[in-house]
């Protein structure tokens, strides 16, 4: 079964306002990265956290893996409609190298 | 992105039918991926190649097999398709930057296939 979940699954947010997606893993992941699918889009690769407690910023999108290295946070400020897609979060357990598990996303839905 | 190509774009078959999914890339990578998309499942790993001799299975590889013709080339069949392999299948890469150097986890994906099983 999935091991890496994703919640919320959809995400409707008014134009201006914040939010946060989160991701939990029930292993120890070796790094946790963030992908955005635009509609009829592929996944494209937005960050990668390896460290324990590291928190990266990108204008707007604020990005924290967890101390243990299970879970991880995307939180968008602002939110502009060039936004809107589906958001994934993607890593392998420490012990399957190479093993990728994606969560099941977070689809956001920006009304202006 | 246009470094990733994948052929067929779209495919609609009949159950039964052998079909073999294409995935070409032009970025040196040495690590590949098939996936496939289902709403509400996000991405499941099929297959992982970390080069042409090394072929892993995934978390579905049942039904599929695989085939790493090249460094560059990495090809996805279903034996015989059913039903409920009707998915967007997308192939992904990762590798040193530039083909060289520094590796790097991130996935370059391809544009995906659309493909329906009948």
């Known amino acids: 079964g999935q091991q890496v979940m994703q919640i919320p699954q959809y995400q409707h947010v008014q134009e201006g306002e914040d939010f946060t997606t989160y991701c939990n893993s029930s292993?120890?992941?070796?790094?946790i990265q963030w992908y955005k699918q635009r509609p009829g889009g592929h996944p494209v690769f937005l960050i990668q956290l390896v460290k324990s407690g590291e928190v990266k910023k990108q204008k707007r999108l604020t990005f924290q893996f967890g101390e243990a290295k299970k879970n991880s946070s995307l939180h968008i400020t602002a939110t502009q409609t060039t936004d809107v897609g589906t958001y994934f979060c993607?890593?392998?357990?420490?012990?399957?190298?190479?093993?990728?598990?994606f969560g099941a996303g977070t689809q956001v839905v920006v009304t202006p | 992105d246009a470094d990733v190509t994948q052929t067929p774009r779209n495919r609609i078959t009949k159950t039964g039918k052998r079909i073999m999914l294409e995935c070409s890339q032009t970025?040196?990578?040495?690590?590949m991926y098939w996936y496939r998309q289902d709403p509400g499942l996000g991405l499941r790993l099929i297959y992982y190649?970390?080069?042409?001799?090394?072929?892993n299975k995934g978390e579905i590889s049942d039904g599929y097999s695989v085939s790493r013709q090249a460094q560059a080339k990495f090809s996805l069949s279903l034996e015989s398709a059913i039903p409920n392999q009707t998915a967007l299948y997308f192939c992904?890469?990762?590798?040193?930057?530039?083909?060289?150097?520094?590796?790097?986890?991130?996935?370059?994906f391809g544009p995906g296939t659309r493909l329906t099983v009948l």
């Open positions: 292993t120890t992941l070796s790094n």
């Open positions: 992904a890469t990762s590798g040193p930057r530039g083909g060289r150097g520094y590796y790097t986890d991130t996935q370059y």
């Open positions: 190649s970390f080069d042409v001799k090394d072929i």
């Open positions: 993607a890593g392998y357990p420490t012990d399957s190298w190479g093993k990728f598990q």
């Open positions: 970025k040196g990578h040495d690590r």
